[in-house]
């Protein structure tokens, strides 16, 4: 990445406070070539709670406090039309840009038709997408993300693809030896989402609880606590 002016470019990332874009912006900042000045976030706010992980506002905050990046979060209501989260984004997405910001970061790892609806999305305001982890075998990805001292509990999980009983599991080895068939060792198909609670992109853990397991709209979401 050629730096402008002698400065790296400004870039968020898209944080969803699961462990792909954790590790995203773990490896970004390994590279270098940006200067990561936030962190973008979708929260529900019927729930306050990071859309689709289920995670609790608070919860996110100390993971972004942890990693020293300001929070840019974009609110949507439930159920949240595709026009509104759209318009929410593109709101965000123009702030940040006004800001200097050129680049957002994603955790992505194969799934082509999101990774082109992202650049399209992006493109069309005059911002790129990048993703450090693309086309990583997720096998061997997430058994590093395990060797590098990623701490991350499965905060929901697709109950068409894996039983309630792995919300609020720990990701760790014993996690990915029980995985059926079929199931991407990293959830990339949906079948579950994370929440982090340590990593080498934190100055500190985060100590968290398991709540109660809720089941609602096909999916178990664990209630991960703070303490």
Same mark, same amino acid.
């Given at each position: 990445m050629a730096q402008q002016n002698?400065? /790296?470019?400004?870039?968020?990332?898209?944080?969803?406070?699961?462990? #792909?874009?954790?590790w995203a912006l773990h490896e970004a900042r390994r590279g270098g070539d940006y200067d990561i000045v936030g962190a973008l976030t979708t *929260?529900? #706010?019927?729930?306050?709670?990071?859309?689709? =992980?289920? *995670?609790?506002?608070?919860? $996110?905050?100390?993971q972004l406090a942890a990693a020293g990046l300001p929070s840019i979060t974009v609110r949507i209501p439930y159920p949240c039309p595709n026009e509104i989260y759209e318009r929410e984004m593109a709101k965000? @997405?123009? /702030?940040?840009?006004?800001?200097? +910001?050129? =680049? +957002? &970061?994603?955790? #992505?790892?194969?799934?082509?038709?999101?990774?082109?609806?992202? %650049? %399209?999305?992006?493109?069309? &305001?005059? @911002?790129? !997408? +990048?993703?450090?982890?693309? $086309?990583?075998?997720?096998d061997t990805l997430a058994r590093e993300m395990i060797a590098g001292g990623?701490?991350? =509990? $499965? !905060?929901v999980v697709d109950m068409a693809?894996?039983?309630?009983s792995f919300a609020g599991r720990r990701f760790d080895e014993a996690l990915l030896t029980d995985l059926p068939e079929? &199931? #991407?060792?990293?959830?990339?198909?949906?079948?579950f989402h994370s929440f982090v609670a340590a990593g080498p992109m934190f100055a500190? /853990? &985060? !100590? +968290?609880?398991?709540?109660?397991?809720?089941?609602?709209?096909?999916?178990?979401f664990a209630d991960l606590l703070a303490g």
């Open positions: 002698g400065k /790296r470019p400004k870039a968020l990332i898209a944080w969803s406070s699961g462990k #792909d874009s954790a *929260v529900t #706010d019927s729930f306050s709670r990071v859309s689709m =992980h289920g *995670v609790r506002e608070e919860l $996110l905050a100390a965000a @997405m123009e /702030r940040a840009k006004a800001d200097g +910001v050129t =680049h +957002v &970061i994603f955790g #992505d790892l194969f799934l082509a038709d999101l990774r082109a609806w992202r %650049e %399209e999305k992006l493109k069309s &305001i005059g @911002m790129t !997408a +990048v993703f450090p982890l693309w $086309l990583r075998p997720t990623l701490e991350a =509990h $499965l !905060a693809k894996l039983q309630p079929g &199931i #991407d060792p990293c959830g990339e198909n949906g079948e500190r /853990r &985060i !100590a +968290v609880k398991r709540g109660e397991t809720v089941q609602r709209d096909g999916f178990a």
